[in-house]
T-cell receptor
Framework: GAVVSQHPSRVICKSGTSVKIECRSL??????MFWYRQFPKQSLMLMAT?????????EQGVEKDKFLINHASLTLSTLTVTSAHPEDSSFYIC??????????FGPGTRLTVT | AQTVTQSQPEMSVQEAETVTLSCTYD???????LFWYKQPPSRQMILVIR??????QNATENRFSVNFQKAAKSFSLKISDSQLGDTAMYFC???????????FGTGTSLTVIP
């Protein structure tokens, strides 16, 4: 099946700094990528949807200036958490959709803000 | 709006036994897809099984099968011959045929007891 990678898998950053998470579709072109946030023992919460070459669509309550999403190519989307604070600590998951309705999930990135 | 409900936060089953996880959903769409995803402790989302709503036949994948009741808007997952590796969070998900956004349930934590 199709493979989606995320980098880094874990990151620790200091409060006030920015951190970038990459999501790559390794063997297919992803016209749409999704970013989710997951708190412990909870479901995935959709943060935003990004289409290649256009601005991301953010879900209600998600600060677009804090969570910057770029989908510059058909195989790469990035999520940048700007001016991170401890409450941004979470597990971030991306998924990528190709031509059909099939979606493939990345392995996730654990962000810890100290 | 689409909603997905998983009414069993936690379940347990003896190894080699059968267990059924419940899922109901609400939608006004007539064409859609339903999924069960497994999230083991590694947190990687793994597709277990999917069902196209226009298909009356219940999907099966080895030890996993679904009971899809379209009129009742019910989509339960049956795991036969449970194995220790089945221990995970299980998420039911809905997707409109016209889009590619997932709507996830709150999840069921399944523990297989040796």
């Amino acid at each position: 099946g199709a493979v989606v990678s995320q980098h880094p898998s874990r990151v620790i950053c200091k409060s006030g700094t920015s951190v970038k998470i990459e999501c790559r579709s390794l063997d297919f072109q992803a016209t749409t990528m999704f970013w989710y946030r997951q708190f412990p023992k909870q479901s995935l919460m959709l943060m935003a949807t990004s289409n290649e070459g256009s601005k991301a669509t953010y879900e209600q309550g998600v600060e677009k200036d804090k969570f910057l999403i770029n989908h510059a190519s058909l195989t790469l989307s990035t999520l940048t958490v700007t001016s991170a604070h401890p409450e941004d600590s979470s597990f971030y998951i991306c998924s990528a959709a190709g031509a059909s309705y099939e979606q493939y999930f990345g392995p996730g990135t654990r962000l810890t803000v100290t | 709006a689409q909603t997905v409900t998983q009414s069993q936060p936690e379940m347990s089953v003896q190894e080699a036994e059968t267990v059924t996880l419940s899922c109901t959903y609400d939608t006004s769409e007539s064409n859609y897809y339903l999924f069960w995803y497994k999230q083991p402790p590694s947190r990687q989302m793994i597709l277990v099984i999917r069902q196209e709503a226009y298909k009356q036949q219940n999907a099966t994948e080895n030890r996993f099968s679904v009971n899809f009741q379209k009129a009742a808007k019910s989509f339960s997952l049956k795991i036969s011959d449970s194995q220790l590796g089945d221990t995970a969070m299980y998420f039911c998900a809905f997707m409109k045929q016209s889009g590619n956004q997932f709507y996830f349930g709150t999840g069921t934590s399944l523990t297989v007891i040796p």
